[in-house]
């Protein structure tokens, strides 16, 4: 599968993630984005991350994780591939795109995410995350669709 590689501090790159401002910025990241979204599923999924970070900033991270593990791990990888996208200054270092067989792996910084519906990140070892961004859009779209 072709993915992103960086080189990471695992809980060093956690914190940063599950950090308060991060977890706004997020949000905001979100509320902009849905209006223009026609996916359903995907709309779907940024709301679920939405709620989900709205747990993480009212309760702490660190209890939403324990309550919930792989939907904290896919709080964090939602919240990773966003930040990425955008350019947000995170504690890592790009070594640019692999072509990597990642079968047999745990996904996710907790090694729990599950989720099927977002974007992937597996653990390569100790410093090397892998992340890809793959997603099948919904074929239903919100509102009506109009030829010509």
Known sequence: MLCTCYRIDAPTLVAALSDADTLV?????IADELPSIADRGLAR???????????????????????DLPQADT?????LAVATYRQWPLPIEPLGER???LEGLP?????????????????????TLALSRSREADDAIDGPVHDG
């Open 25 to 29: 910025r997020y949000q905001s990241a």
């Open 99 to 101: 072509d990597l067989a």
């Open 107 to 127: 996904r996710g910084l907790l090694g729990a995410d599950v989720s099927t519906d977002s974007a992937r990140v597996w653990l390569i070892d100790h410093a």
């Open 75 to 79: 709080l964090l990888t939602d919240v």
């Open 45 to 67: 999924h940024l709301r679920r991350m939405s709620t989900l970070a709205s747990r993480a900033l009212g309760g702490g991270f660190d209890r939403l994780a324990s309550d």
